[in-house]
């Protein structure tokens, strides 16, 4: 017996590749001075259980500049995910400044639950950043709600979060975060999120908010 399926699919991500790349590109594009963020991920799953992880990206925010993020994740026995890993920002404050470094070591906690069919899901983070735009200790809870559903054999995934930052060195929160979106699932493997967030830093005339778009693939 012939098993076609496993080339159709590898055939179907390459395909989708092309098309969100095509998207990033034209969001870049269209963005303006406002906010966007465009990110690549892949994640692995391991024979010990664990899950790897690595995302790569452009964000355009306060600074213009590029993301990495390598990440090792795992399920505990009382169904929260734990992740810990490292985040690099480089970042770029105009034409005539050279590249800044943010480098963040990160663990989080995340709970997911059921509601009907709504997921409620809540991830404690604490990250540590070493580098020149800042450093010292922020603490980062991010609250989503998400409802999937089939749509034409599609799977789709609405959804909202809140993310605030509270930074332990200036003691109160810099950075507010609201994005909503959707993610959509055409294989099993392949995830695709387009989504709009609005960034609010604790400080005048620093509200900025833009498109986000991401691409991840399950290896």
């Not at 990033?24 to 594009?29: A, E, G």
């Not at 009907?116 to 603490?139: A, I, P």
């Amino acid at each position: 017996m012939t098993h076609k399926t496993p080339l159709l699919s590898h055939c179907r991500q390459i395909k989708l590749a092309l098309v969100i790349t095509l998207s990033m590109l034209c969001t870049s594009s269209f963005a303006g001075e406002g906010m966007q963020f465009n990110t690549l991920s892949a994640s692995k799953q391991l024979d010990s259980g664990h899950t790897l992880i690595g995302v790569v990206g452009t964000i355009q925010e306060e600074f213009q500049g590029k993301i990495a993020s390598v990440v090792v994740a795992k399920k505990t026995d009382f169904g929260a995910v734990f992740q810990t890993g490292y985040f690099g920002y480089f970042a770029k404050q105009g034409e005539d400044t050279g590249i800044q470094e943010d480098h963040r070591l990160r663990a989080s906690l995340t709970y997911s639950t059921k509601l009907g069919d709504w997921v409620l899901k809540h991830r404690s983070r604490v990250e540590y950043r070493m580098g020149e735009l800042s450093g010292g200790f922020r603490y980062r809870p991010a609250f989503t709600v998400m409802q999937p559903m089939k749509l034409n054999n599609q799977m789709l995934i609405p959804y909202a979060e809140f993310e605030p930052f509270y930074d332990f060195k200036d003691d109160h929160l810099t950075i507010a975060l609201f994005s909503a979106g959707v993610k959509w699932m055409p294989t099993k493997n392949v995830i695709i999120n387009v989504g709009y967030m609005d960034i609010y830093l604790n400080k005048a005339n620093t509200h900025t908010k833009g498109p986000v778009v991401g691409l991840h693939f399950k290896l």
